[in-house]
C-alpha cells in the first residue's frame, strides 16, 4: 500500500468584518491555523484521496473546482476524492446563511489549498502499511434536544430546563481512527473520525479548529511525532458538547482541549495493538440521491417556544430564508444529492452533504456489510439540516425551514437507503 500526508493552511487573513457562524462577528486573531489536510492512498488510477478541512461547510462550487485541478494535476479521479468540513464556527467566511455572508474569494482559496494538499500528498507517498480501529468515549458529547412536558420537542431548552422529560436521541461513542505508518514502524499520518458539533470555542474573536485542533496536537504527541490528522466529522446534527442537564459551562478552549485529550486516548488506546496491513482493497463510488425540496410549511408550527431560534432576531431572520426556499422550490424541487463512499479494506466511509441526525447513522452502521462504517457528513456539499422524521413535525430548531434546513421530511429515509447502497457498490455486492 503506498500512503502519503500533507496538510496546508487555509487560516484567513484577519477580517473584521466576520467569521463563520451565525452572525457578523469581528475576528482579530488566530489561536491555532486552520488547516486542510490530505490523505492519498494507492497506485494509479486506484488512489483515493481524502481531505478533512477547517472550515464551516465545503460548498459544491469549492468541491467541484478541486476535484478538477486534482484530476488535471496528479489523475485522481474526481468521483475518488472525497473533501469534508470540519463545522467550526471559528472558521473562514465560506457559507451565505442568516445574517452572515459568505466570502467568494475565501472559498476560493480554500479549494485551492485542497489541491495543494493533495498535491503534496501524492508526491509524499510511500509504501506503508494501515491499520484502523475504534474507541469510544463519554461524557463529552450530549444530545441537544428534549421531549417536553408539552409534548413537543426543544434544541438547548436551557441549563436544566423544569419542563424537560427526557432526551429526544442518542449520540454515537465511537472514535474512529485510521493509521498509516512507514515501513520502519513510523507514523506517517492518520485520519479521526467523531461526530459531535465543533461549536466549543464559539463566541471568540479568533479563528480557531475547535475541539479538532486539540484532538490533533493529543495524538501527535501520544504517537510521539507530529504527522498530519485528517478529521472527518461524524454524524451530529443534534450533538453538542453542551450537556444541558447540568449546571456546567462547556465552552472555551480549556473544555476543547480536555475533549482533544479524551478522544486522543480513545483513539490512540484503539489503534495501538491493532493489525497493520500492507494491502487493502480501494475502492470509491458515487450514488447520486434524488431528494425533495420541502413543501411550504405553516410558519407559526414551525416557530419553538423556547431554546435555540425562539427569540429576536430570529423571526425576521426566518421570514427573509422563507424567501430563499421558496425560489428554491419553484426552481430545483428535487435535489440529486451526493452520496460518495469510499473503501479502504473492510473500512466503509460514507458521506454526504448534510447535518444528519445521529440517529439515521447508527441505522446506516448496523446495516453496513463493512466490518467498520463511518458516517461522514458536511462533506462535498451544504444541504443543511436532515432530522429524523419524528423530529421534523416534533419542533426545535434544526427542522425549521432556512438555508440550513430545507430538505423533505423523508430525507432522512433517503440517505440511510442512498448511504447503504453505495457501501454495497463500493464493497462489491452490486
Known amino acids: 500500500m503506498k500512503a502519503g500526508f500533507a496538510q496546508v493552511d487555509i487560516t ?37 484521496a481524502i481531505v478533512g478541512i477547517d472550515c464551516g461547510v465545503v460548498l459544491r462550487s469549492m468541491t467541484d473546482s478541486a476535484r478538477a485541478k486534482i484530476a488535471s494535476s496528479v489523475g485522481i479521479a474526481p468521483e475518488r476524492v472525497m473533501i469534508g468540513a470540519s463545522h467550526t464556527h471559528q472558521g473562514g467566511r465560506v457559507l451565505t446563511l442568516f445574517d452572515h455572508v459568505g466570502d467568494p474569494a475565501y472559498a476560493a482559496r480554500v479549494a485551492d489549498g485542497i489541491v495543494e494538499a493533495v498535491e503534496h500528498a501524492t508526491r509524499n507517498q510511500r509504501d506503508a502499511r494501515i491499520a484502523h480501529a475504534t474507541g469510544q468515549v463519554d461524557g463529552i458529547h450530549f444530545n441537544r434536544r428534549f421531549k417536553m412536558r408539552d409534548g413537543r420537542e426543544v434544541t438547548h431548552p436551557g441549563k436544566m430546563h ?66 498530519p490528522v485528517v478529521f472527518l466529522l461524524g454524524a451530529c446534527g443534534d450533538i453538542t458538547q453542551v450537556n444541558n442537564l447540568s449546571p456546567d459551562n462547556e465552552f472555551g478552549h480549556d473544555h476543547a482541549d480536555m475533549m482533544g485529550q479524551k478522544l486522543a486516548h480513545a483513539a490512540y488506546g484503539a489503534i495501538e495493538d491493532a493489525e497493520l496491513e500492507e494491502s487493502l482493497a480501494l475502492s470509491a463510488v458515487i450514488e447520486p440521491t434524488a431528494i425533495r425540496v420541502r413543501n411550504e410549511q405553516e410558519a407559526d408550527r414551525e416557530v419553538p417556544k423556547l431554546g435555540l431560534s425562539s427569540a429576536e432576531p430570529w ?116
Open 315 to 430: 423571526p425576521r431572520i426566518y421570514a427573509q430564508e422563507k424567501q430563499h426556499i421558496d425560489a428554491l422550490r419553484k426552481s430545483q424541487p428535487v435535489l440529486n444529492c451526493e452520496v460518495q463512499a469510499i473503501r479502504i479494506g473492510d473500512l466503509g466511509i460514507v458521506s454526504s452533504g448534510t447535518e444528519l441526525f445521529c440517529q439515521p447513522s447508527l441505522d446506516i452502521k448496523r446495516a453496513s456489510l463493512f466490518a467498520r462504517t463511518w458516517v461522514v457528513t458536511l462533506a462535498s456539499e451544504y444541504l443543511g439540516y436532515v432530522p429524523t422524521g419524528t423530529a421534523f413535525y416534533a419542533g426545535g430548531y434544526e427542522p425549521r425551514t432556512a438555508r440550513s434546513s430545507f430538505l423533505a421530511p423523508d430525507a432522512a429515509q433517503k440517505l440511510v437507503e442512498g448511504s447503504l447502497q453505495a457501501l454495497s457498490r463500493a464493497n462489491g455486492q452490486i
Open 12 to 48: 484567513p487573513p484577519i477580517d473584521p468584518s466576520a467569521a463563520e457562524g451565525f452572525m457578523r462577528r469581528k475576528m482579530i486573531g488566530v489561536h491555532d491555523p486552520l488547516l486542510a489536510v490530505a490523505c492519498v492512498m494507492g497506485e494509479a488510477a486506484d488512489r483515493v
Open 162 to 227: 423544569p419542563d424537560i422529560i427526557c432526551l429526544a436521541g442518542p449520540v454515537d461513542p465511537d472514535v474512529g481512527i485510521l493509521l498509516a505508518r512507514a515501513m520502519d514502524g513510523s507514523p506517517i499520518g492518520a485520519i479521526v473520525h467523531f461526530g459531535c458539533h465543533s461549536t466549543v470555542t464559539e463566541g471568540g474573536d479568533e479563528y480557531s479548529g475547535d475541539y479538532a485542533h486539540y484532538f490533533r496536537k493529543h495524538l501527535c504527541a501520544m504517537l510521539g511525532v507530529e504527522v
